[in-house]
């Protein structure tokens, strides 16, 4: 993915136009946000009020979706799901964007001996799916929401960093570097304030794309019952828990959370590669 | 550069790679608060002759770096150590283990090829309805995670209509494929989907270029055009994303084998996790990433061969 920046794509340029699936996807993502933002107001119920006489109970006027194994309501577990879910791929995320740029800026800017160091780790954590790595740190450190978000973090970093090594690459061929540098600025202040606008755009947008990905990863590690809590209200949990009632032959306890997350991923991933499109004039 | 020195320096690159994996698996342990003796009992208490015992039997006593050796050195053999749940050697639950997993990757990578392959030249070819469709499909494709597909299509192909099996791996090789068909599925969507994009837009890339329109104005049939000068052309792009891949068909499998109840390394390497038995987690990690690094190797080796514009080690990151 090479960037051709031909004009400064400020972040001002973003506007919510062009196909209906990418309005309906920006949407989404509004009401995700929101539905996380404002869960505490909206819950009609304690997500975890069990009520085992009404276990498994089909959607009602009571609980609209229905309640789950143990007859916790499952609109409310999904609401304060969604911020757990939400939570810890934005933690992914603003972690590794900031240290990816970081160690890009650094490796391409000084070049030499610090730029092959840098590649060299960061194809070392390419080894490590970000999945086994937050595994091997949580059979360490213990469950825990903390361990794996910082585990997946470090292995998103590379992406971001390698990016961001070849955006600062190509923005410190161009005059205006040249000019700064010859009236004196420092290498911190070029960096900072001109190349870092400059390249921000691109690096958000795959940032946006990651967050998906890391909402997958966290998903599955609270799945595998090795990522929230146990009682912890969680997308991915929830598709565990739900997973003996499917057994039994009542899906929707756990078909629901599946539906949340899909939903919620392919908007991300939506709105990620338009923007990123727009903004790097990637082919497809 | 020939291609004998280019092979050895990436065989050889490819060592240390692992050999710093391998420290950084082993190392982990090491970085876990209290003792080893106390985190290999995992919160039990112990008499202090048995803590001893423990002591002997994992080198507790020796320095960090003989540890390791020794460790890196019965792994070249063959030997991972103990596995603390299973009180066997882990060797042994790999072997148990490996072939069930390998049959699953494989159907799955078999699904992924001939589906993704496809479907991005379907949607490439045709364009129009085609083309939308196939980026609606794969849009979904790539946003559902592994284990949400399972347990979709174990719920709706196992429990509601009973065409398969629900959980377990079968006896012998028919059997074992029926039982594996749901969670081969499981775990082929999401890359089914990727796939299909990158062939895509790859072959949108060779159909873009100069030399189809002169093989269309000399007449070559279109078939031929699209056989020869198009897939040919695009066959090192899809290539470079078969470490990818097969990586993310290792992970995925920890997910979809834990989902289907499949005894396989995945499924090895969850109740490891929970149980904290880490001899095994080192050797379950150790592998995965070994056979992610030798595909890549093989990647890497092969792409010349296929696209001899690529020069020697130049290789272009797969983004």
Known sequence: MTAVLTRRP????????????????????????????FAPLLVPYDPNAVDLGNALAGPSAAHPLGVDAAGRDTLSRLLLGARTSLLGPLGVVVFSTVAGIAVGTAAAWRGG????????????????????????????????LLAPVI???????????????????????????????????????????H?????????????????????????????????????????????????????????????????????????????????????????? | MSFVRFAVRRVAEMAATLLTASFVVFGAMYLAPGSPASF?????????????????????????????????????????????????????????????????????????????????????????????????????????????????????????LGWFPSSGSGEGLGDMLWHLTLPAIALALYLTGMLARVTRSAMLEALDSEHVTVARSRGVPERQVIRRHVLRNSLGTVLTTGGLIVSTLLVCTILVETAFGIGGIGQLLELSTTTKDFPTVQAVSLIIVALFMAVNLVVDLLLPLVDPRVTLGSRKAAA
């Open chain 2, 40 to 160: 290999l009992l995992a919160g039990r208490s112990a008499s202090p002759e048995a803590l001893a015992a423990i002591n002997a039997q994992y080198h507790l006593d020796d320095p960090f770096l003989v540890r390791y050796f020794r460790w890196l050195g019965g792994v070249l053999q063959g030997d991972f150590g103990r596995s603390i749940t299973y009180r066997t050697d882990v060797s042994r639950l790999l072997a148990d283990r490996l072939p069930v997993t390998l049959l699953l990757i494989t159907m799955a990578l078999a699904l992924v090829v001939a589906v993704g392959l496809f479907l991005g030249r379907i949607a490439a070819v045709r364009g129009g309805a085609a083309d939308s469709a196939v980026l609606v499909t794969t849009t979904f494709a790539v946003g559902t995670p592994s284990f949400a597909a399972a347990v979709l299509l174990q719920g709706l192909f196992a429990v509601r």
């Open chain 1, 10 to 37: 400020g972040l001002a340029r973003i506007r919510a136009t062009g196909s209906p699936l990418h309005l309906l996807c920006l949407g989404l993502v509004a009401a995700v946000v929101l539905a996380a933002l």
């Open chain 1, 151 to 193: 585990a997946l973090a470090v292995a998103y970093l590379p992406y971001v960093s390698r990016l961001t090594r070849s955006l600062v690459l190509a923005e410190r061929a161009r005059p205006y570097v040249s000019a700064y540098q010859v009236q004196g600025h420092s290498a911190v202040q070029i960096c900072l304030r």
């Open chain 1, 195 to 284: 190349i870092l606008p400059n390249i921000a755009p691109v690096v958000l947008a795959q940032s946006t794309i990651n967050f998906g990905y890391a909402l997958m990863d966290l998903a599955g590690l609270s799945f595998l019952g090795l990522g929230v809590p146990a009682l912890t209200p969680d997308w991915g949990r929830m598709v565990f828990d739900g997973q003996t009632a499917i057994q039994h032959g009542y899906p929707l306890s756990a078909i629901l959370p599946c539906a949340f997350m899909v939903l919620t991923v392919v908007a991300f991933n939506v709105v990620g590669e338009r923007w990123a499109d727009r903004v790097a004039r990637r082919d497809r």
């Open chain 1, 113 to 144: 001996w610090v730029d092959s160091v840098l590649s060299r780790s960061t194809e070392l954590v390419f080894a490590f799916p970000g999945m086994l790595l937050a595994i091997l740190i949580i059979s360490v450190y213990g469950e825990g």
